[in-house]
């Protein structure tokens, strides 16, 4: 385990980094990689992100200047956000050996990588890269920028119970350099936006949720055939997780989501009185007390059957 200032003069002496991203890229993975990247840049150096090829059209725009051109090598590779080898890209196992470094802030982290940097109490990767960034180069807006997106996605824009008063400090630093106009089309974007394909898969999750433990507890599905019906892109169902946790009266918001047939991924929301990492766990998936998930096998109705197990089990 590094602190922030080995990590920050660890990565001084590295030279021709690649950046890695996880499954699924989310505005934290591609956030912190991206400012990541450009702090890197300011220093001299040659660093690149690996092209991420579940990038959505949300969050393209930040990898955008960064991507690695065909063929180039690196010297040395760095993860971001990724909590355990199993969630690299399928594209990103040919430098599963050049790792050597993760910068991470998930409590459940399964060291892969012969050094970590680890904040489990950091709302998003993005404060961590904040805090070593900050010890090598100015915070310019082309570092704030992404690192805004990292954070602000992490905490749904600074509602969910991740978000500590360190979270605020960090957000107001980089508001400080950010113009208020970008900011404020980035949080109309990501927070206040919805397409209307999306608005059609809500509709039908919740007329398909259904409520457990005396209402404590909600469930909704997204199978595969559902995305099909209403030609779903990947950018029309992320970040729809938190739906069900949204119901009056539920602690523990789980979403079901068929990636192929047979395979699910499980993501549950929930307040203080259940462990959503601990609940995951059990399925062999993990995460942050808050929010975590499991990729399983198995039909929707199985998967519903076992996750519904795992959280009467954390209640006992
Ligand atoms: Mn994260």
Known sequence: MMTIQETAAFLKAQDGILLLTHVRPDGDTVGSAAALCQALRDLGKTAYLLPNPELTATYAPYAAPYLAPEGWEPRSAVTVDIADAHLLPENALPYADSIVLAI????????????????????????????????????TPRIALPLY???????????????????????????????????????????????????????????????????????????????????????????????????????????????????????V???????????CARLGGGGHRGAAGATVEGTLPEVKDAILAAVAAEEA
């Open 104 to 139: 991470d802030h998930h409590s459940s982290h399964r060291p892969f990588a012969p050094r970590v940097c680890l904040d489990g109490e950091a709302a998003a990767a993005g404060e961590v890269v904040y805090e070593i960034v900050r010890l090598l180069t100015p915070v």
């Open 269 to 279: 929301r929930s307040g203080f009185r259940i462990n959503a990492s601990d609940v």
């Open 149 to 267: 997106v990292a954070i602000s996605t992490d905490t749904g824009c600074f509602v969910y119970s991740n978000t500590t008063a360190a979270t605020h400090r960090i957000a107001a630093a980089l508001l400080e350099v950010l113009d208020a106009a970008q900011v404020a089309a980035v949080n109309k974007a990501l927070f206040r936006t919805k397409s209307k394909t999306r608005l059609a898969m809500e509709s039908r999750m919740i007329s398909g949720m259904t409520l457990h433990d005396g209402g404590r507890v909600a469930v909704t599905e997204i199978p595969l055939a559902l995305r099909e019906e209403l030609h779903a892109t990947e950018a029309d169902i992320e970040d729809l997780a938190s739906l069900a946790s949204q119901v009056e009266g539920v602690d523990c918001g789980i979403t079901l989501r068929e990636l192929r047939p047979g395979v699910v991924k499980i993501s």
